[in-house]
C-alpha cells in the first residue's frame, strides 16, 4: 500500500538501467529481502521529493525568500570557525537558551533538539510505544505520524475530519477513550488541510488523552495562536516545532519543548551526536538575525489571503481555510485534481498533489505561498489550464 501523498511504484532504490546486476544474484537479493524485510515496509513507497531543477516550487511549503546577504556572511564565518574533526559538544545549554529566547520557550520549560521534526517524531514513539500500542491523530494530517507509528511497530489511528475537513471533536474524544492512544499528535494549524482547531477543542483532547499529546506548530509562523506559553500548564503536553518553514528548509532542525521530567524521558530515546556541529553553528548565526525570520513569515501571511481569494475566483476551485504558508483547493470543474497538477508540471509549475491521498482530499491540490512573481505565474497558468 502507499500512504498518504505518495505515488504508487516509487522504484528509486532499484538499480539503474543498464547497471551491471546479473539476473541471478538479483534473484537472489529479492529473496533475502522477502525473508529479511518485514512485509509491512516491503509493501511501502519511499517518500517522494520532486526533482524542482528549473521550476518554480510551491510544492513543500518552503520559504521563497533566501537569507540576506549579511546574514549568509555571518553564517559563513560561524561555519568557518567550526571543527569538523570533533564530535558535536555535550554541552548545549547556549544553543538552547537562544532557541527559548528566540521562540518564546518558557523558561521552566526544558528543549529537545532533533533533525527535523521528523526524527521528534520517532523519538516519541519509540520512548512512548510498547509494540502494538495507539498512536491516535485526526486524520488527514501530517503523513509521518503514520509513518513513525508504522516504522516503531506502533499501531496508527486516524480519525476522519469532517467532510468540510474540520475536527470531529466527538470522533475524536469517543476514539481516544476506545484505544487509549499512549500519544496523540494534533498539527495545529493542520497539514495538509490549513485548518486551526480551537483552543476548546484542543483543550478538550488534552484533558481526555490518557498518554503524550503533541501539540505539533510547524505552521505556527503563519497562524494567529500558539500553545508554547501553556505548555507546562497540562501534566500531557508537549509542543514541537520546525525552523523548515521559516527560511531554513535546507537546515533540518527541529524542537521539542515540555514539562523538564518529559523532555529527560525522550531525550533517552535521541541518537548521540544527532545535532551536527554544522547546523548549531548555523543556527546560532541565524537566530541572531531573528527578525529577518520574523519578516519572511509576515510576507508570506501578507500574500496568503490574496492568494487564496484569486484562486476561489477560478471556476470550479473551492479554498479552505489555512492557518499555515500554504492553501489547499479543490478542482471539480472541467478538469480534475490531477488533471490540474499534471497541466502544471507540464509548465513548471510544482504544486502537491493530494487527489488520490485519501477520499476526503479528492481532486485537491496544495499549493505554498510563494513571492508574488511565484504566485502570479501559477495563477495565470491555472487560468490558462481552467480555461481552455
Known amino acids: 500500500m502507499s500512504l498518504p501523498g505518495r505515488p504508487e511504484g516509487d522504484y528509486r532504490n532499484a538499480p539503474h538501467e543498464g547497471s551491471p546486476v546479473s539476473a541471478a544474484p538479483a534473484a537472489g537479493i529479492a529473496g533475502r529481502i522477502a525473508g529479511t524485510v ?166 478538550a483532547i488534552i484533558a481526555t488523552a490518557p498518554g503524550l499529546v503533541v501539540l505539533d506548530e510547524a505552521y505556527q509562523p503563519f497562524a494567529d495562536r500558539t500553545w508554547m506559553p501553556q505548555v507546562l500548564d497540562a501534566p500531557n503536553v508537549v509542543v514541537m516545532r520546525t525552523v523548515s518553514k521559516i527560511g531554513l528548509a535546507g537546515l533540518r532542525f527541529g524542537y521539542l519543548a515540555g514539562h523538564p521530567a518529559w523532555i529527560a524521558e525522550l531525550n533517552k530515546v535521541r541518537p548521540p551526536y544527532n545535532l551536527d556541529v554544522l547546523t548549531q553553528a548555523t543556527l546560532s548565526a541565524v537566530l541572531r538575525h531573528k527578525p529577518v525570520l520574523d519578516e519572511q513569515a509576515a510576507r508570506l501571511r501578507a500574500d496568503r489571503g490574496p492568494l487564496a481569494a484569486a484562486l476561489a475566483q477560478l471556476p470550479g476551485v473551492r479554498v479552505f481555510p489555512s492557518a499555515g504558508n500554504f492553501v489547499l483547493a479543490r478542482f471539480s470543474g472541467k478538469l480534475d485534481g490531477n488533471a490540474v497538477h499534471l497541466a502544471l508540471k507540464t509548465r513548471k509549475i510544482l504544486i502537491r498533489n493530494f487527489s488520490n491521498a485519501h477520499p476526503l482530499l479528492a481532486d485537491c491540490l496544495r499549493i505554498s505561498v510563494g513571492a508574488p512573481a511565484e504566485n502570479a505565474a501559477l495563477l495565470s497558468a491555472l487560468q490558462e489550464i481552467l480555461s481552455a
Open 38 to 203: 518485514r512485509a509491512d515496509i516491503r509493501e511501502l513507497a519511499a517518500y517522494p521529493v520532486a526533482n524542482a531543477e528549473g521550476c518554480i516550487k510551491l510544492d513543500a511549503m518552503e520559504c521563497p525568500y533566501e537569507l540576506p546577504e549579511a546574514v549568509r556572511e555571518d553564517i559563513a564565518r560561524a561555519v568557518r570557525d567550526t571543527p569538523l574533526n570533533r564530535y558535536p559538544a555535550a554541552d548545549l545549554s547556549a544553543l538552547e537558551q537562544a532557541v527559548k529566547a528566540a521562540f518564546g520557550v518558557p523558561d521552566a520549560a526544558d528543549v529537545l533538539f532533533g533533525n527535523g521534526s521528523d526524527e521528534l517524531i520517532h523519538i516519541i514513539v519509540q520512548a512512548c510505544c510498547n509494540p502494538g500500542d495507539a498512536v491516535l491523530s485526526p486524520w488527514p494530517s501530517f503523513v509521518y505520524f503514520d509513518m513513525a507509528a508504522r516504522f516503531d511497530h506502533a499501531r496508527f489511528i486516524g480519525v476522519p475530519l469532517t467532510t468540510d475537513l474540520t475536527l470531529d471533536l466527538p470522533a475524536m474524544l469517543a476514539a481516544i477513550r476506545e484505544h487509549q492512544p499512549k500519544v496523540v499528535f494534533l498539527a495545529v494549524p493542520n497539514n495538509p488541510t490549513g485548518g486551526l482547531w480551537s483552543d476548546e477543542d484542543v483543550q
